[in-house]
Each structure stands twice: as structure tokens, then as C-alpha cells.
């Protein structure tokens, strides 16, 4: 006998699989192959630029090249097949594709990176991004522009060139010093497609790729019994839902007096919050305790511990915005933001009020439930976090000058040094044990040129924690050979991340495109905290070192002077991004966003007045990251739950004295 599903079921099934499978666009990669939208002649190039980053190779190559190195016939066979892997697999292209054109924030990327595309599969546009290594071999020498035409049979398009032409070809867009918006795209399709090769998984959770670079994710067995989660009893998930079942859900959880009316699903309460991170989950918490009848809402999905898979690639799409296409409008600086219930915790002119905020219009993010929602509250948090507070707020008409200044990210760099086990007294893999174990300051007076007072914090210095594909996607690519090299010693690399505490700041007015600028001073510290790192990592006896400068920057340590250390790291600095017209250049990341509506003691200084209250909207209050008004060089979680039970004890306070009727 077949028995229909509880709604409960479902929803724990749809979790699990969300999390255990790279879902894109309402469905599974799988499923939706083609929905990218590039032509032909695109994908071919695609596909090529793929195998250009991630060639085949030879495994007699690699053995010349690591003789050294003594393998059993098990692990020879993992390591051919490994190294004869290529991006042009199917559907890694595919996958690609769809995450470019589908899933970035940032439309003037896709824009680049398919204006590249389309030149290079074309015969012309592919002379013009590569130069005379289009030329067929016989005709190298041919290299007259006079002569186009008579020429255009012997020009090759990008997918037709030689891998090692190719290779030739991407190495050159790598340090082009005035067409930048090249090397944005080159940063672009190298991200995405590392990210996606390395992280992507099949139907059982594996990887091909994985055993050859020694990772191995720990699988938990799934629970017969249905569990309860802790949100499960009070929470409509709209997504699930549709226009018949959606009144019967709210009703469910308590909420009986929803009124459709104008076709407009109208609900009543005293607080809305509008998200659920360290800010959001704290205000409404308390505000609950005190008595207030609160609704919070959220875009995320939620996942309880019980959902986690520790699958990178799955979890990233899910967890974060955008997934890995994140980042500022010039590519300088990857966003890494939770996008869920708990947030970042579940990873990290007018004068006078003449307006009142009443509520929020809202609509699902799934296809099922087609009418608006309507909220109307007393008070109205808003806890979007700071890249999304300040476009909500701008959207709703507000006009203060601060909301979307002001804000701060924490940039980091990243260290690297390879133990290997042969001749390392430390055990074990990198993803292995705790995340974040140890935190070093680097003081001024600490050396390294910092300078300053001893209590002067130039950089923070901690251990993350790298799934493959992030470890492959964020440094630098110097040949399909070197990185493949790079994945075998991936799980014996260790990193350090060096964060500061910006004085820089940027810009975030519309949803998903913020503007950062990192001073002078910011990458003077930032230089202190990576040459500290890699002291750390040459005392701790790495064979070698580097940093993630699109030059491959490292160097060997065994036997090296200390005259040839500090000539090494004399040529250590904090780069620029990829839109700098600078041959070397860096990619940044930032998993703190910060300071975009700070406080201020009037409407000059600040978005929101100490009371996280709006300036304009009488009810409107902020309560996350935006609020601080400055950067504060540590992870602000801590300090996020504090303000945030700060302000919503004076909320709950004013609404326990105020008895006013909507």
C-alpha cells in the first residue's frame, strides 16, 4: 500500500537534498543542462577554457617531474586518473555556464565574460584576445594585420588551438596591465570553474578528484525517525506552499486572523523582523520573551544540524549569496554572506520622523503561493544584514545620506605553507579538527616595518578552514600542471588568513552591488600580517611557502639562508585587485560586512539614531551588523548579538509603555 507523505517529510527530504546535491535555479544541475543560455559557438569555447584551466595530463609527465617521490601501484592508479581528469568533462561546462550566466551578482561580469566567449569562438575575436598563437603552426610566422583576410583560413578559434597554445594564450590575460576587464574575466571563469570542479558530487556524495588529493568527507547515517527541528513548530516555510494550503499553514502556527482581501494575504502583529541572523534572531527572541507577538521573515531556507552534509559545493550554493559569485562590482574583494535562517551565525534628508513604518509588502520566493503578503506591525526590525539593509531601506523611499556608507568588510589575504608527511612532525589532513583554532595579533611594535605602539593591532592572524574547491578556486593559476601539482598536496597545505580592520570603506545602494575601496594604510597592515603569517609557516617548518598573488609568489625553504628569507619577504606586499593597471594583482575575501546604517547622534552622522530607530520612519528600527559604526578588526558576531539585545530590550520597553493601536 503506498501512503502519502507528510508535509513534514517533505520538507525534511527537500533539506537534506538540498545540502547533498548542487541545486541552481529551482532545480537540479541534471535536470535543467542547456538553461545557460550561451550559443554554440559560446559553450565550445567555454568547454576549452575549461580544459585550458584543468588540462589532462600524462601521469609518465608527472612522475619525471616528482622523481623524488615513491607511489604504490594504489595510489598510481588514483593519481592517473586524477591527473587525467579535464574540465571539459561533461557537464562541467555545463555547470559552469549556468553559474555565470544564471547565479552572479554582478551583471557587467556576465556581460565580460560572455563578450569573451563570444570572441573566442570566432576566428577574429580570437586573434584579438590571443594574438599571433591562433596562427596555424605553418603559418606563425604570418603575423601581418595587413594581410587579415588572406589570413583568416590559417586563424584557429580558441577551441581549435593546441592545449598548450591555449595555456600560452590565458597565462598572457593574466598579466595584461590595460585591458583588465580581460583579466575579470579570466578571474570569473577561473573561480567558478575551479570552485565547481572540485566541490560538485554525484548521487552517493563523491567527488572523483578527492581521493587523489587525500579529502574525505565524514558521512553521517540518515535517521529513520522523523525528527523534530527546533524551528519546525514555528515556522511556514511559503515555498512548500501554495494559495489553498498557505491560509491552513498560518492558521497551524497560531496566526487565525489572516484577511485576504484585494487579493492580498493581510497579517497582523506587534513586531516584524526582517531576517534572522545574529541580529534578527536576538531582537526577536527577546521581543518574544517580553511579550510581543513577533514574526520574523526570512529568504533563506532553514537547516538544522541534522540537514548539514559537509558537502562544500551544495552547502556554499545554499549557505551563502550568490554562492561563489559573489564580490565587489572590480572583482577585488569575494563576498562570503549567509543567506539562511541564522544568517552569518549558521557559517557569519529629510529632519524629524514625518513618516511611520506600518509594515512590509512581501512575496514568496517559491512559484506555490502567488498572492502578496501583507504584514502589518507596531515596530519593524529590519536585520537583513549589512549588504541588504541599506537597498531595503532606499527601496522604501528613505533618503539619509548614510544608508549604504560606510561600510566595511575586513579583508583578508591568505598565507600557505606545504607540510608534507614524509618529513613533518605534524599529522593528520588540513580540514581535519576544529575550524579557526588559533588567532595571532600582530601588534606595531612587532616588527615587519608595522611601527606604531604595542597596542596597536596592525592584523589579526587565524587558521580557516578549505574545502577543495575553495582551496583551488582562490589562488592563483599559473598552468594546468602547477595546479593540478597544488590539488596533490592539498590536504598537507596549511593557510593562514591575515584580517584588518579597515579604515577603507564602500558603497552599497542596490541589491548585490556594493563598491570597496581599501586604502593605503589598510594594506600597509595587511603587508605586516602576511609577512608574519609566512615567518609562522616557515618556523613551523613548511618546505614551501607562498601567498595568492596571480604570480604564484612562494618559496622553497629547505635550506634557505636568512639573508634569502627576508629578500623573500621584502617582496611580499598586499596587491591590488584585477582591475588595477598592475601586472601582479590579488583577489580578496570578506566574511565580515559591516557599518552600512551606522549610529550616529544625529541624522548628519549616522542612518539610525542610538536607539537603532530610523531618522524618517517612526517604528523602522535596525538591528545587525549595519548599525556599528565602524569596522572592529574581529569577528563581530559576538558584538552583533550584544547590540542587537541592547536595542530590542529599549523596543520591548517602549512598546510595553506604548499602547497604541495600529
Sequence with gaps: MMMRRSRKEEEDEHCLTLLRERIIGGGNLSKIRGKHGLTTPEIQSLRAVCDTLIPSLSYYYYSKQHQQEDHDDEVAVVLKHFLASSGAQFPIPEEVGELLMKRSSIIEGRWIVRLVLMMLGTRIGTLFLSGSLCFNSTNSNSSKWGGLLFLNNNINTFSAMSPQKREKVVQKWLKHKYFTPLRLAFLYLK????????????????????????????????????????????????????????????????????????????????????????????????????????????????????????????????????????????????????????????????????????????????????????????????????????????????????????????????????????????????????????????????????????????????????????????????????????????????????????????VVKKEGRLSYELDDGDRANMTVGLRRALRILVAAGAVEVGTHRSDGQRLKCEGISESELEEFLDSVYAAKGPMSMEEKWTNYGSAHQLGSCRMGINEKQGAVDENGQSWEAEGLFVCDASVLPSAIGVNPMITIQSTAYCLSKKIAQSLTRTKTDL
Excluded at 497579517?267 to 534572531?281: A, K, N, P, Q
Excluded at 545620506?401 to 599529522?427: C, D, Q
Excluded at 579557526?436 to 616595518?449: P, Q
Design 191 to 506: 573561480v567558478v570553474t575551479l570552485h565547481t570542479f572540485f566541490s560538485r558530487v554525484d548521487e552517493n556524495g563523491e567527488n572523483p578528484t578527492w581521493k587523489a588529493i587525500g579529502y574525505k568527507v565524514h558521512k553521517s547515517k540518515k535517521e529513520e525517525v522523523t525528527i523534530i527541528r527546533p524551528l519546525d513548530k514555528a515556522t511556514v516555510q511559503t515555498i512548500y506552499e501554495n494559495d489553498t494550503t498557505f491560509l491552513n499553514a498560518l492558521s497551524q502556527k497560531g496566526l487565525n486572523d489572516v484577511v485576504l482581501h484585494q487579493n492580498i494575504y493581510n497579517i497582523r502583529c506587534d513586531v516584524l523582523v526582517l531576517g534572522s541572523g545574529c541580529g534578527g534572531g536576538v531582537a526577536a527572541a527577546l521581543l518574544a520573551q517580553s511579550g510581543q507577538r513577533v514574526i520574523v521573515l526570512e529568504k533563506g531556507n532553514y537547516f538544522a544540524p541534522s540537514d548539514f552534509s559537509s558537502l562544500e559545493g551544495p552547502s556554499s550554493d545554499h549557505m551563502y549569496e550568490y554562492g561563489v559569485t559573489f564580490g565587489t562590482l572590480d572583482g577585488t574583494v569575494a563576498i562570503m554572506a549567509g543567506t539562511a535562517v541564522g544568517g552569518g551565525s549558521l557559517i557569519n534628508c529629510r529632519s524629524g520622523r514625518k513618516n511611520k513604518c506600518l509594515g512590509v509588502m512581501a512575496r514568496s520566493v517559491g512559484d506555490g503561493v502567488k498572492r502578496m503578503i501583507r504584514i502589518e506591525a507596531k515596530v519593524t526590525i529590519l536585520a537583513c544584514g549589512a549588504l541588504y539593509t541599506p537597498p531595503l531601506m532606499i527601496n522604501s523611499g528613505l533618503k539619509n545620506k548614510n544608508i549604504g556608507r560606510n561600510l566595511h568588510l575586513h579583508p583578508v589575504l591568505m598565507a600557505w605553507g606545504y607540510f608534507p608527511e614524509s618529513n613533518s612532525e605534524f599529522t593528520g589532513k588540513n580540514y581535519e579538527g576544529g575550524i579557526i583554532t588559533s588567532v595571532h595579533k600582530v601588534f606595531g611594535s612587532d616588527g615587519d616595518d608595522g611601527g606604531g605602539s604595542h597596542n596597536n593591532v596592525k592584523a589579526i592572524i587565524e587558521t580557516p578552514a578549505l574545502g577543495p574547491g575553495a582551496f583551488a578556486s582562490i589562488g592563483p593559476w599559473i598552468s594546468g600542471a602547477d595546479l593540478k601539482n597544488k590539488m596533490i598536496k592539498y590536504s598537507r597545505t596549511a593557510h593562514f588568513i591575515t584580517i584588518i580592520r579597515d579604515r577603507g570603506s564602500g
